[in-house]
C-alpha cells in the first residue's frame, strides 16, 4: 500500500501527558498537512510543510502543540500536556506540488487519522 | 479567511436514485480549488472530485459531477445511479494551500 499512513491508530492518554503520532506520506509527495477532526465536524487544518519547512500555522495550534518534518519525509506531531479537550481525530494528508512555493496544493490524500482520548 | 457552509446535516436517497449535496463558500483568495471528499464510518477520507475555480467547465469522474456556481459561490454534488456504498459522510472542501471544510453532509442510501 503506498498511501498515506498514521501511527498509532488510537492513543489513549491521561490529561498532562505528552503524546506524539506521526505520518508517512506518500513518497513523490514534498506538501504534508496535519488537520484535527471532532465529533461531527469537518477537519480543521493544524499546520502545513513543504519538504521540512513548515510554511503555515493555524491559530488552533496552541504553544503545548509542535510539529516536524525532518529530511521532508515522515513528519511528526507532538502535543505536550494533553487536555481533555484535544480528543480527537488527528489527520495527515499529503498533496504533490509541481513547481514553487507559491504554487497551489494539488489534491490532498489523507491517512487513517489517529484516534486520540484523554481521559 | 474562508468558510464553507454545508447546510444539509443529512440526505437520504433509494438506490440507482439520483441526489445532489449543496455547499456553499467564501473565500478571498483569487485561486483556489474545490473538492468533494467522503468518509465511510470509520474510515478515512477519500477524494470524490477536484474543482479548479479558473475552469468554467463542471468537473464529473463517472457517477459524479459538480454544479459550479462561481459567482454564487456554489459547489453541489450529483451522485447518479446511486449505490449502497455511496453511504458515507460528504465533506465539501476549498481552499489554494490548507484546506477549509464544512461540516459534512451524511448520505444514506436505502435499499
Known amino acids: 500500500d503506498t498511501g498515506v499512513s498514521q501511527d498509532p491508530r488510537h492513543k489513549i492518554t491521561k490529561r498532562g501527558q505528552n503524546v506524539t503520532f506521526r505520518c508517512d506520506p506518500i513518497?513523490?509527495?514534498?506538501?504534508l498537512y496535519w488537520y484535527r477532526q471532532t465529533l461531527g465536524q469537518g477537519p480543521e487544518f493544524l499546520t502545513y510543510?513543504?519538504?521540512?519547512?513548515?510554511?503555515?500555522k493555524s491559530r488552533l495550534l496552541s504553544d503545548r502543540f509542535s510539529a516536524e518534518r525532518p529530511k521532508g519525509s515522515f513528519s511528526t506531531l507532538e502535543i505536550q500536556r494533553t487536555e481533555q479537550g484535544d480528543s480527537a481525530m488527528y489527520l495527515c494528508?499529503?498533496?504533490?506540488?509541481?513547481?514553487?512555493?507559491?504554487?497551489?496544493?494539488?489534491?490532498?490524500?489523507f491517512g487513517p487519522g489517529t484516534r486520540l482520548t484523554v481521559t | 479567511a474562508q468558510t464553507v457552509t454545508q447546510s444539509q446535516p443529512e440526505m437520504s436517497v433509494q438506490e440507482a436514485e439520483t441526489v445532489t449535496l449543496s455547499c456553499t463558500y467564501d473565500?478571498?483568495?483569487?485561486?483556489?480549488?474545490l473538492f468533494w471528499y467522503k468518509q465511510p464510518p470509520s474510515r478515512q477520507m477519500i477524494l470524490v472530485i477536484r474543482?479548479?475555480?479558473?475552469?468554467?467547465q463542471n468537473a464529473t469522474e463517472n457517477r459524479f459531477s459538480v454544479n459550479f456556481q462561481k459567482a454564487a459561490k456554489s459547489f453541489s454534488l450529483k451522485i447518479s445511479d446511486s449505490q449502497l456504498g455511496d453511504a458515507a459522510m460528504y465533506f465539501c472542501?476549498?481552499?489554494?494551500?490548507?484546506?477549509?471544510f464544512g461540516k459534512g453532509t451524511k448520505l444514506s442510501v436505502i435499499p
Open positions: 494528508a499529503s498533496s504533490p506540488v509541481r513547481g514553487g512555493e507559491r504554487v497551489l496544493s494539488y489534491e490532498q490524500y
Open positions: 513518497s513523490e509527495h514534498n506538501r
Open positions: 510543510f513543504q519538504n521540512e519547512a513548515q510554511l503555515e
Open positions: 473565500t478571498s483568495e483569487s485561486d483556489y480549488y
Open positions: 474543482q479548479e475555480a479558473y475552469k468554467q
Open positions: 472542501g476549498a481552499g489554494s494551500y490548507q484546506l477549509t
